[in-house]
């Protein structure tokens, strides 16, 4: 079974810190994504990722970058959290798709649960 | 864009069965997922629709009907363990992240299956 490992279940931090979220998984996915999900909004892609050292922008970029130095991992960083950040985070892998129909399912971690004060 | 509608709240009793409908606007799209999610856990893949009709696992089944824009998660047999968020999701042909996998998901419906 693909296992996507996030490295913490809680965060607390203050408004204004550098925050690294990490995710590591264990199936040689080349793609890997970051979500974050709130209560009537569901899942909204931040950012996404292909290879390592790539990247692309989801819907919801602002105020969040992406690191994959390593294809097994990809880490999320707020550069300086801010209160409306306060969130659920939620890092995914599945395999690359290469076009058409074929599916591909996102595996998902159990999220970071991140408070900003 | 993408738009994606569920329902965001459905209830129905033990051994029941329930109809989760997704409507979509989007120019075109690969195929239809459905993820489910307990609370304080990770979503996880349901099913897959890439062709009109019904597919069905188990207790559960997925329909897709690209000339209606709709789609729905048939659950029957309804048992406790099944309340959980359901969400839809696409992958859509045109946007660049489509070949990588990105999908767009519905805001998820939350069922509550009542003894």
């Known amino acids: 079974d693909v296992k996507v490992t996030q490295s913490s279940r809680y965060l607390v931090k203050r408004t204004g810190e550098k925050v690294f979220l990490e995710c590591v998984q264990d199936m040689d996915h080349e793609n890997m994504f970051w979500y974050r999900q709130d209560p009537g909004l569901g899942l909204r892609l931040i950012y996404f990722s292909y290879d390592v050292k790539m990247k692309e922008k989801g819907d919801i970029p602002e105020g969040y970058s992406v690191s994959r130095e390593k294809k097994e991992r990809f880490s999320l960083i707020l550069e300086s959290a801010s209160t409306n950040q306060t969130s659920m985070y939620l890092c995914?892998?599945?395999?690359?798709?290469?076009?058409?129909?074929?599916?591909?399912?996102?595996?998902f971690g159990n999220g970071t649960r991140l408070t900003v004060t | 864009g993408q738009s994606l509608e569920q329902p965001s709240e459905v209830t129905a009793v033990e051994g029941a069965i329930v109809q989760i409908n997704c409507t979509y606007q989007?120019?075109?799209?690969?195929?239809l997922s459905w993820y489910q999610q307990h609370d304080g856990g990770a979503p996880t893949f349901l099913s897959y629709n890439a062709l009109d009709g019904l597919e069905e696992t188990g207790r559960f089944s997925s329909f897709l009907s690209r000339s209606d824009s709709y789609g729905y998660l048939l659950l029957q047999e309804l048992q406790m363990k099944d309340s959980a968020s359901y969400f839809c999701?696409?992958?859509?042909?045109?946007?660049?992240?489509?070949?990588?996998?990105?999908?767009?998901f519905g805001r998820g419906t939350q069922l509550t299956v009542w003894p």
């Open positions: 995914a892998s599945s395999l690359l798709t290469g076009g058409g129909s074929y599916n591909s399912p996102l595996h």
């Open positions: 989007t120019s075109g799209f690969y195929g």
């Open positions: 999701a696409v992958r859509p042909p045109h946007d660049r992240g489509s070949t990588l996998g990105r999908l767009y």
